[in-house]
């Protein structure tokens, strides 16, 4: 079942991943609009706290979304297969970012402007949705029983790569553009290119198999339904200690980045280029962890890799108030590449772990469901909510937050079962 030839594994390898980089960038290209732009462009001048709140409930939207792409896309991969969802995953990503370069601002169409961002930012919540639980399965369902942690990584490694490119898109603009330039047509770029990075990552899983996994399974006639319906009957507990096993995940990440971004900007007065390549630099050790901590879960299990990566996240958030506060470079270099260490640490494993908590006929609805719940929890409205705590009680109180997110995940991967050695 798993005897691939080099050519074919590395086809697979490189189809979980160049999806998953590619919706990433495109998710995260937002996020740091969102930060920087999108507040001004798109909502009436005046009070631009109120400006930056609005772009941050817009970055939120998005999270609602993914159970719901999660649901539909989990329904059809599921249902009919894993390489034709994917696909569709892909597009509907692609389209809805490439239609934000597009958009006319608020002096442009007025309230329309946001309006039809909200949508937009919804379409892109719906596709990610949906592509992060088939690019999960079409690595571990190739994978050998002792290397799903391995294969796992695969689609993991697609977060930092996106990020990376997000980052450094925004950083060439930066560097290319002035404020003005960049305010008024340079920030859509990115979304704009989008298109062409799509249609590569469609070109790769148009070639690709469908999963030994789930045709054996199809052929065997076990494929249900109603997978959602199925999934809650019999699988809600695992898929909501998965959920929650992946806060800590989402709140690592968009505290040190989106909210970090916005506070070292806007409050600390960075320049947006030094603050973007500080980013840069910490995403490479989010990167150097992806394949450390899927070893270690191949190796040792994956509850013992995350409860060690979620017991140092938590400890982490001591850290937040005095470094990134300090308004040193270096310390905020530091910190920024110790929580996307941290972050790389805990989401790898998960790349086998979620999909090992479901059999296959609602692998991917459930696998899907867990990861995109663990989103709404962890990261939907985390850096607004790290807005409204730092203007209330200052940076120790985001802090706090982070923490608190560490030790829900803790928990949640206290309380499962594990699962490296099961069938699969």
């Known amino acids: 079942m798993n005897n691939h030839s080099p050519v074919s594994t590395l ?11 590619i919706e ?34 817009t970055f939120g939207i998005a999270f609602l979304a993914r159970p719901l792409g999660a649901l539909v896309f989990g329904h059809f991969g599921d249902r009919i297969g894993r390489k034709a969802t994917l696909v569709a995953s892909l597009l509907v990503m692609g389209v809805s970012t490439t239609l934000i370069g597009f958009l006319p601002g608020y002096d442009a169409i007025g309230s329309v402007a946001p309006v039809l961002l909200c949508l937009l930012r919804f379409g892109q919540g719906i596709g990610l949705g949906g592509e992060w639980g088939g690019a999960a399965l079409l690595a571990t369902e190739n994978a050998p029983k002792a290397r799903r942690g391995w294969f796992g990584m695969f689609p993991q490694l697609g977060p930092p790569a996106g990020f990376l490119c997000a980052t450094g898109s925004f950083l060439l603009l930066a560097w290319g553009l002035d404020d003005t330039e960049f305010r008024a047509w340079g920030w859509r770029i990115p979304f704009i290119a989008s298109a062409l990075l799509v249609m590569v ?23 249900v339904a109603v997978p ?48 973007l390549g500080m980013l840069c630099v910490a995403v490479v050790f989010m990167a150097a962890a992806t394949p450390l901590a899927a070893w270690a879960g191949d190796r040792f299990g994956r509850r013992s890799v995350l409860l060690a ?58 696998a899907g469901a867990a990861y995109n719940l663990g989103g709404i929890l962890g990261a939907s409205f985390a850096p607004y909510i790290a ?31 594990e699962t490296r050695d099961q069938a699969f």
């Open 201 to 223: 990552g469609l070109y790769v899983r148009l070639k690709l198999a469908e999963t030994p996994v789930f045709a054996q399974a199809l052929a065997r006639h076990e494929n």
């Open 11 to 21: 086809r697979i390898a490189f189809a979980s991943f160049i999806g998953t980089a």
């Open 309 to 366: 990566a979620g017991f140092a996240a938590l400890l982490s958030g001591f850290a937040l108030a005095p470094m990134l506060g300090s308004g040193d470079y270096v310390q905020i270099t530091a910190f920024l590449s110790l929580e996307l260490f941290l972050m790389g640490a805990t989401f790898a494993p998960m790349g086998a772990l979620l999909p090992e908590l479901f059999p296959p006929q609602v692998r991917y609805t459930g």
């Open 387 to 417: 807005q409204q705590l730092v203007a209330q009680g200052g940076l120790a109180w985001v802090g706090g937050y982070v923490s608190a997110a560490a030790a829900i995940s803790l928990l949640a991967v206290a309380l499962m079962r």
């Open 24 to 57: 990433f960038y495109d998710f995260y290209i937002y996020g740091m609009a969102a930060a920087l732009v999108i507040g001004p462009v798109f909502f009436p001048k005046g009070d631009t706290a109120a400006q930056a709140l609005n772009a941050f409930l």
């Open 228 to 275: 959602a319906m199925e999934m809650l009957r019999k699988h809600a507990a695992p898929m909501s200690l998965g959920a929650l096993a992946m806060v800590v995940c989402y709140a690592l990440f968009y505290i040190s980045t989106v909210f970090s971004l916005s506070y070292g900007t806007g409050t600390l007065h960075i320049p947006r280029p030094h603050f």
